[in-house]
């Protein structure tokens, strides 16, 4: 039996994994909409990175807190590294967006 924190914290997990393919969807499409002017590009992306950060923090958050609160087996934490760590190119590739987008609207 789960408690409530142990449901919330895997719950957003879960919810973060689904939403971060939206965002970097959303800012892929972004990249090709031809009729937004660089600024108006440059606030959704800086926008798009943001909401990255903030989903890459909260999943560390949630690692950390779910380290501190049970005895899991290296393999369990091994993965929830991984899976935290595998989010960070997401977090790099808006680098590349932007740098692509920018050049693109040059």
């Excluded at 924190?5 to 031809?34: C, K, P, Q, Y």
């Excluded at 890459?56 to 929830?80: D, K, M, N, R």
Aim: net charge positive; hydrophobic share 60%; aromatic share 14%.
């Amino acid at each position: 039996m789960t408690t409530v924190n142990e449901d919330i914290a895997l719950g957003l997990l879960t919810s973060v994994a689904f939403v971060l393919a939206s965002v970097i969807t959303l800012a892929w499409r972004m990249r090709a909409a031809g009729n937004l002017s660089w600024r108006m590009r440059q606030v959704g992306l800086l926008l798009t990175g943001g909401s990255i950060a903030s989903f890459l923090a909260a999943e560390f958050v949630i690692a950390y807190w779910l380290f501190g609160q049970f005895a899991l087996a290296p393999t369990v934490q091994s993965s929830l590294l991984l899976a935290v760590a595998a989010l960070t190119p997401f977090f790099l590739f808006m680098f590349v967006v932007y740098r692509e987008t920018k050049n693109k609207a040059n």
